[in-house]
C-alpha cells in the first residue's frame, strides 16, 4: 500500500523542522571557537552555495536582477537576525533560544497591526498578551541561567531581539512571496548575507581549526536541506496541519541541547514554549493570510 500524500508531507516537514534544528547545534558549537560574524557568513555563504546546486540540478529559475533592493533589505534582516540568533544560543541553553524564537509570528502579528494597520481584532490580540507572556516566564519564570562565556544582559537581549528582527524577515517576505520562486528568493538573500557579513567576520578572523572544516561544510548543507524538506512538506500539508510540525523544533531543540551539551531545561522553558505556541496557533487562524514558508 502506498503512503498518502498527508503522510509523506509530514515526515518530510519533521525532517526539515530536525535538519534545521540540527544546523543550531552546528552553529552553537561553532560559536565555542569561532566569532559569531565568521559563523553567520560560513552559514550563509555555504546555503548560498548548496541552493545554487540545487538549482542547477532541478534546472529551477534563478534570482532575478529586477527583485535586486527587495532580496538585499531581507538578506541584509537575516545576516542580523542570524549574528543575533547565533549568539544566543552560543550562551544560553539550546531550547531556550529555540523556544524564544518560536514568539516571531507573535511579532508579525503586531507589526501587522501597527506598520501595514491590519485589523486587531480581539483575538489577534490575546495571541500577542499570549505569546508576550510566555517570553516573560522564560526570561524570568525561574532560577538565573547560567550563560557562556557571556554577560547575562547580552545573552538575553540577543535571544530576544532575533525573532524580532525575524519577524520583520517575514512581513517583507509575505508582500515579496509573488516575485519568483521560494529557492531563488532564499538562494539570492543568501548570498547577500553572505556578502553584508563578510567585511565584520573579516574583521574579526579566527582561521578555524582542523577539526570544525567538516562543521563548516555541514552547516550550510543543513540549512539547504531543511529548507527543501519543510517546501517540499508544506506543499502537501494543510497550513494548520504544517505549523504543529514546525512546534516540534523546541522538542529538537531540547533532545539536541542535552545529547551534544548536557543541557538540561525547567518548567519554566515547557510552560512558556507551551503559551508561544498556543499563541502562534490562535495568531495564524486569526490572520486573514497565512504566514510564508519558513526561510533556510
Do not use: N
Request: proline content about 6%; glycine content about 8%; overall charge positive.
Amino acid at each position: 500500500m502506498s503512503q498518502s500524500p498527508s503522510l509523506i508531507g509530514f515526515l518530510l516537514g519533521a525532517g526539515g523542522v530536525a535538519a534545521l534544528c540540527a544546523m543550531d547545534v552546528v552553529a552553537k558549537s561553532l560559536g565555542a571557537s569561532l566569532p559569531i560574524l565568521q559563523v553567520v557568513f560560513v552559514r550563509y555563504a555555504g546555503a548560498a552555495l548548496w541552493l545554487a546546486l540545487y538549482l542547477l540540478i532541478t534546472r529551477r529559475a534563478w534570482p532575478k536582477k529586477t527583485y535586486l533592493k527587495r532580496h538585499a533589505l531581507r538578506g541584509s534582516l537575516m545576516a542580523v537576525t542570524a549574528f543575533f540568533f547565533f549568539y544566543g544560543i552560543t550562551h544560553l541553553p539550546l531550547a531556550i533560544a529555540a523556544a524564544l524564537a518560536m514568539s516571531a509570528p507573535i511579532y508579525v502579528s503586531f507589526l501587522g497591526i501597527v506598520i501595514l494597520k491590519e485589523p486587531a481584532s480581539p483575538v489577534l490580540l490575546l495571541a500577542i498578551l499570549l505569546g508576550l507572556a510566555g517570553s516573560l516566564i522564560i526570561i524570568f519564570g525561574g532560577a538565573p541561567v547560567v550563560t557562556t562565556g557571556s554577560s547575562t544582559l547580552m545573552a538575553w537581549a540577543a535571544a530576544i531581539l532575533a525573532p524580532v528582527c525575524y519577524a520583520c524577515v517575514l512581513v517583507l517576505l509575505k508582500h515579496h512571496s509573488s516575485d519568483e520562486g521560494a529557492a531563488a528568493m532564499i538562494l539570492a538573500q543568501s548570498a547577500i548575507a553572505a556578502l553584508v557579513s563578510l567585511p565584520f567576520a573579516a574583521s574579526t578572523l579566527i582561521v578555524p581549526p582542523a577539526d570544525t572544516l567538516w562543521q563548516i561544510a555541514l552547516i550550510g548543507f543543513l540549512g539547504t536541506i531543511g529548507f527543501i524538506l519543510l517546501i517540499a512538506g508544506l506543499r502537501r500539508l494543510p497550513a494548520s496541519i504544517f505549523a504543529s510540525i514546525d512546534y516540534t523544533g523546541l522538542l529538537w531543540a531540547a533532545f539536541f541541547g542535552y545529547i551534544f551539551f548536557g543541557e538540561t531545561v525547567g518548567l519554566r522553558v515547557w510552560l512558556g514554549g507551551g503559551l508561544i505556541i498556543a499563541a502562534c496557533a490562535i495568531s495564524m487562524r486569526a490572520r486573514p493570510k497565512p504566514l510564508p514558508a519558513p526561510l533556510a
